[in-house]
């Protein structure tokens, strides 16, 4: 369970587990020159939630090789990574709905699949016609999921690899700092919500197969009925089908398992309720609660630490 009130030992604005020191940067701050700089610029670039910016920084910061400013670093890179990731997640379709909508047009696949057998095989045209304009029907609801999971998947795969490198990230600040507790508290927490991840992933990937699958089988059945039924009894629309299939067989962006293709920044998607019991509560982005934010240049938690 997440702590209340605070999300991986976040660091608060005022008040909360961990307190920023006082104090303000300038408006229009130097380039950074040193790793100290390079940090810094980081840290505050991920207070103000530029974390595409952020991360280059505390990264170049880390490749200094600075032993003093090498933890502090991972642990603000694994917050912004898991950052990140959150809000990949809100690109795609919720997990849970999505997979619930899928099962139910996968169940209703079946149902079309079995009228279209069962009138295959007493070969009585009113019952022929009827299922192939059912399948139809279908095939379109069965589309439509498809490209829910899909979304769904590419956004569960991209917020997985954030969250697996933020893991890392915190694993390493405890490897070089053995006293460092929050990152080891964060990194088991990230561990938890990775592992509710990877499950709703699993249930899209199988149930993305389980969907082309069935696909392919209604698409069998319609063909086999087009070809037993005359052309004057086919539903209106009914010749440009074949072609509606073909255009569909195309394959448009990432399959499942493959890389996620390019975020798309600004288009942000409702979490659902039950998301946002598990991912979202208590990582509130508003003014009085910002992203979580680790050590800056002012003093750290850490007294062992020197000041910046």
């Not at 003093?68 to 642990?75: C, F, I, R």
């Not at 990949?88 to 849970?96: D, F, N, V």
């Not at 899909?150 to 890392?168: D, F, I, S, V, Y």
Request: proline share 7%.
């Amino acid at each position: 369970m997440i702590r209340p009130g605070h999300f991986l030992c976040a660091y608060a604005l005022s008040g909360g587990l961990i307190a920023l020191a006082g104090g303000t940067a300038p408006n229009e701050p130097a380039p950074p020159a040193t790793p100290r700089e390079f940090y810094n610029a980081g840290t505050l670039k991920l207070r103000e939630g530029k974390l595409r910016e952020a991360e280059p920084l505390l990264e170049s910061a880390l490749a200094s090789q600075q032993e003093s400013l090498q933890p502090v670093a991972l642990y603000n890179l694994g917050l912004v990574r898991f950052s990140q990731g959150a809000e990949e997640l809100k690109k795609g379709p919720p997990g849970r709905p999505t997979l619930a909508a899928g099962q139910a047009a996968s169940q209703r696949t079946d149902q079309a699949i079995r009228s279209a057998a069962e009138a295959l095989a007493a070969d009585d045209l009113h019952k022929m016609v009827e299922a192939y304009r059912r399948g139809r029907g279908q095939r379109r609801e069965l589309k439509a999921a498809m490209a829910a999971v899909r979304r769904a998947l590419e956004a569960h795969q991209a917020t997985l690899n954030k969250w697996q490198r933020a893991g890392g990230d915190f694993r390493s600040a405890v490897e070089l700092n053995r006293t460092e507790a929050d990152a080891r508290y964060n990194a088991a927490v990230v561990d938890q919500w990775i592992a509710k991840l990877v499950d709703t992933l699993r249930e899209l990937q199988q149930l993305a197969q389980a969907m082309a699958d069935q696909k392919r089988d209604l698409g069998d059945k319609m063909k086999q009925l087009k070809g037993k039924v005359p052309a004057p009894d086919m539903p209106p629309g009914a010749t440009g089908d074949d072609e509606d299939e073909e255009e569909e067989d195309q394959p448009k962006g990432p399959q499942p398992g493959q890389q996620e293709g390019p975020s798309r920044e600004g288009e942000e998607l409702m979490v659902s309720p039950e998301q946002a019991g598990w991912l979202l509560e208590g990582f509130r982005l508003d003014a009085q609660r910002r992203l979580p934010m680790g050590q800056t240049q002012q003093e750290p938690r850490n007294r062992n630490r020197p000041t910046w």
